[in-house]
């Protein structure tokens, strides 16, 4: 299926508005049916992504967040040899650590774009760290959820405009 | 950051410029103003890793930078999310008196002396460069002694296109990047060897319990010949490599950013909360602790060569089961143990559940199972081993 194809191009590279575009046009061309379906499957995968500057997304679902590192912060990591995330039940404050990825070149810290209990972490990154760079957007590179406390502290992150900007600069 | 004002006046001038620094918006990668060289007055390795958490968790880099020059008395550092037991012979580390710590970067297991330099690069995230930092270290050799040194694909330094004579390793925060290496300038590369032999054997010498049988997702050293600077050039001697690569680190941004060496004291008097980081890194918690989840299996020649599986979680053994061998359908390990060894004793395994995991399980394993007791537990001095 077409919109399933650009969906998958999509997760590969960082998230740019031509990428949304191109999503909408592939989806216009499908059934009426077809097209209430994945509309709705299409937003919840790609709406609601919030960005840190430490180049972290959070998706929320509910009161529920699921938090991975963005395509950019994969490829200049280089392939992740380990993951490691803090235990589900720890309580942690945003910005504060609560893991570190190690690639070949260098260990990276992860930290709490946003405060809550962590409820869940992706185990299997324990044996294949590498499906962080292969997806990090989606069901396989995922590294932890957590429950929000603050919810309002989603509307100080960037949104994908603003960081498709943030990492231009640099 | 009020621990700082209780800092000497000269470090506080330099934690102060730093702190300025942490007022202005984030900039694109901006040159340091000013760079120093603080050569660390400590040979232990705990307080020299201490010091460099201590520098990076406390400093803000960017505007004024730092190279750290620290060496260690013997012992053995492994990386991040390494398995001790798989890099080292842990008894004979403990036999020798040498230390085994667990630093905060990547990367593989390394052997440090008196003869062996570390470099440490500290530098706002921005402007890590690892490629830059070894290229100037390549250069100060090259200049001082004509070496015929090069940089690898893997960032390693080598000797006549062959040696590795350097390893390196990093670690990102959000603020601040550090990337440090080794410097083989005078080792004693007998000791190095000996050190760094992965056992063949653990416990007993009379049984074969090879540690191949060892499963895990912890990164893994990957072995290289290795050479000293020294061997062949008899002018290299460690004060004038320091000096040289030191004045070149300290030209990088022009005369007047250098802020020359200094010689620093790691002490909690001069750097406040260092002693909690460096009780934190010799801590056993951390050294043995942080090794990721791994099994260990292996067969017990004195027990009908029954195979056994042993998992690790943190350093501490969750299980220990008996396999029955795969043609033995619907039979359990203890039912299997029981079968061929009537008089041993399965259930007792269960005794281990929560103990340190240690390089001679087998033999703790063997005993426990056919009811011996009293052998000394070389175990239980091994996990008293910390700072030395």
């Given at each position: 299926?077409?919109?399933?194809?650009?969906?998958?191009?999509?997760?590969?590279?960082?998230?740019?508005?031509?990428?949304?575009?191109?999503?909408?046009?592939?989806?216009?061309?499908?059934?009426?049916?077809?097209?209430q379906?994945?509309?709705?499957?299409?937003?919840?995968?790609?709406?609601?992504?919030?960005?840190t500057?430490?180049?972290?997304?959070?998706?929320?679902?509910?009161?529920?967040?699921?938090?991975?590192?963005?395509?950019?912060?994969?490829?200049?990591?280089?392939?992740?040899?380990?993951?490691?995330?803090?235990?589900?039940?720890?309580?942690?404050?945003?910005?504060?650590?609560?893991?570190?990825?190690?690639?070949v070149?260098?260990?990276?810290?992860?930290?709490?774009?946003?405060?809550?209990?962590i409820?869940?972490?992706?185990t299997?990154?324990?044996?294949?760290?590498?499906?962080?760079?292969?997806?990090?957007?989606?069901?396989?590179?995922w590294?932890?959820?957590?429950?929000?406390?603050k919810?309002e502290?989603?509307?100080?992150?960037?949104?994908?405009?603003?960081?498709t900007?943030?990492i231009?600069?640099? | 950051?009020?621990?700082?004002?209780?800092?000497?006046p000269?470090?506080?001038?330099?934690?102060?410029?730093?702190?300025?620094?942490?007022?202005s918006?984030?900039?694109?990668?901006?040159?340091?103003?000013?760079?120093?060289?603080?050569?660390?007055?400590?040979?232990?390795?705990?307080?020299?890793?201490?010091?460099?958490?201590?520098?990076?968790?406390?400093?803000?880099?960017?505007?004024?930078?730092?190279?750290?020059?620290?060496?260690?008395?013997?012992?053995?550092?492994?990386?991040?999310?390494?398995?001790?037991?798989?890099?080292?012979?842990?008894?004979?580390?403990?036999?020798?008196?040498?230390?085994l710590?667990?630093?905060?970067?990547?990367?593989?297991?390394?052997y440090?002396?008196?003869?062996?330099?570390?470099?440490?690069?500290?530098?706002?995230?921005?402007?890590?460069?690892?490629?830059?930092?070894?290229?100037?270290?390549?250069?100060?050799?090259?200049?001082?002694?004509?070496?015929?040194?090069?940089?690898?694909?893997?960032?390693?330094?080598?000797?006549?296109?062959?040696?590795?004579?350097?390893?390196?390793?990093a670690?990102?925060?959000r603020?601040t990047?550090?990337?440090?290496?080794?410097?083989?300038?005078?080792?004693?590369?007998?000791?190095?060897?000996?050190?760094?032999?992965?056992?063949?054997?653990?416990?007993?010498?009379?049984?074969?319990?090879?540690?191949?049988?060892?499963k895990?997702g912890?990164?893994?050293?990957?072995?290289?010949?290795?050479?000293?600077?020294a061997?062949?050039?008899?002018?290299?001697?460690?004060?004038?490599?320091?000096?040289?690569?030191?004045?070149?680190y300290?030209?990088q941004?022009?005369?007047?950013a250098?802020?020359?060496?200094?010689?620093?004291?790691?002490?909690?008097?001069?750097?406040?909360?260092?002693?909690?980081?460096?009780?934190?890194?010799?801590?056993?918690?951390?050294?043995y602790?942080?090794?990721?989840?791994?099994?260990?299996?292996?067969?017990?020649?004195?027990?009908?060569?029954?195979?056994?599986?042993?998992?690790v979680?943190?350093?501490?053994?969750?299980?220990?089961?008996?396999?029955?061998?795969?043609n033995?359908?619907?039979?359990?390990?203890?039912?299997?143990?029981?079968?061929?060894?009537?008089?041993a004793?399965p259930?007792?395994?269960?005794?281990?559940?929560?103990?340190?995991?240690?390089?001679?399980?087998?033999?703790?394993?063997?005993?426990?199972?056919?009811?011996?007791?009293?052998?000394?537990?070389?175990?239980?001095?091994?996990?008293r081993?910390?700072?030395m």
């Amino acid at each position: 299926m077409a919109s399933v194809g650009v969906r998958a191009v999509c997760a590969l590279r960082a998230f740019t508005p031509t990428c949304f575009s191109r999503l909408q046009n592939g989806l216009s061309r499908n059934f009426q049916f077809a097209v209430q379906r994945n509309l709705s499957v299409s937003h919840r995968v790609f709406a609601d992504l919030k960005y840190t500057e430490q180049h972290e997304w959070v998706r929320l679902d509910g009161a529920v967040g699921t938090v991975g590192i963005t395509a950019k912060a994969a490829e200049s990591m280089g392939d992740l040899v380990y993951v490691e995330i803090a235990e589900p039940g720890l309580e942690v404050d945003q910005g504060d650590e609560c893991g570190s990825v190690e690639s070949v070149k260098a260990v990276s810290d992860i930290y709490a774009p946003v405060s809550g209990k962590i409820t869940d972490r992706n185990t299997d990154l324990s044996d294949t760290p590498e499906l962080v760079n292969q997806d990090p957007y989606g069901e396989q590179g995922w590294l932890f959820k957590i429950e929000l406390s603050k919810p309002e502290e989603l509307d100080a992150l960037m949104t994908e405009e603003q960081y498709t900007a943030f990492i231009t600069e640099e | 950051m009020s621990s700082l004002l209780l800092a000497r006046p000269s470090v506080r001038l330099l934690l102060l410029a730093a702190g300025r620094r942490a007022l202005s918006a984030r900039p694109a990668a901006p040159q340091p103003e000013a760079l120093s060289v603080f050569l660390s007055q400590s040979h232990n390795v705990f307080t020299n890793l201490a010091l460099e958490d201590w520098l990076y968790r406390n400093f803000r880099f960017g505007r004024h930078n730092l190279l750290m020059v620290w060496r260690n008395a013997p012992c053995v550092v492994i990386g991040r999310h390494q398995n001790p037991w798989r890099e080292v012979d842990t008894h004979h580390l403990h036999a020798a008196g040498m230390p085994l710590a667990r630093r905060n970067s990547g990367g593989g297991t390394v052997y440090h002396d008196l003869g062996n330099l570390n470099l440490t690069f500290f530098s706002a995230r921005e402007q890590y460069d690892r490629s830059a930092n070894l290229h100037l270290v390549a250069d100060a050799l090259r200049q001082g002694w004509g070496f015929d040194i090069t940089v690898n694909e893997r960032d390693d330094i080598l000797l006549d296109g062959a040696f590795k004579v350097s390893g390196t390793a990093a670690k990102l925060t959000r603020n601040t990047a550090y990337h440090h290496l080794t410097l083989m300038v005078n080792v004693d590369t007998d000791s190095l060897h000996r050190s760094l032999e992965r056992p063949l054997y653990s416990g007993h010498r009379s049984l074969e319990w090879p540690l191949h049988g060892l499963k895990s997702g912890a990164t893994e050293s990957v072995p290289a010949p290795v050479r000293n600077l020294a061997d062949g050039a008899p002018s290299v001697s460690m004060d004038k490599i320091v000096a040289a690569i030191g004045q070149m680190y300290l030209k990088q941004a022009g005369k007047q950013a250098s802020r020359g060496f200094q010689m620093v004291n790691p002490s909690d008097e001069w750097f406040p909360g260092l002693a909690a980081l460096e009780a934190g890194l010799a801590d056993p918690g951390w050294v043995y602790g942080k090794t990721p989840r791994f099994s260990h299996t292996f067969r017990l020649a004195a027990c009908s060569n029954v195979e056994v599986e042993v998992q690790v979680e943190k350093g501490l053994i969750t299980s220990v089961q008996p396999l029955p061998p795969d043609n033995s359908a619907g039979v359990s390990g203890t039912e299997w143990v029981r079968s061929i060894l009537p008089s041993a004793f399965p259930e007792l395994l269960a005794s281990l559940v929560g103990e340190k995991y240690c390089a001679d399980i087998a033999r703790r394993t063997e005993t426990l199972l056919l009811g011996h007791t009293g052998s000394a537990d070389t175990c239980r001095s091994d996990r008293r081993i910390l700072a030395m």
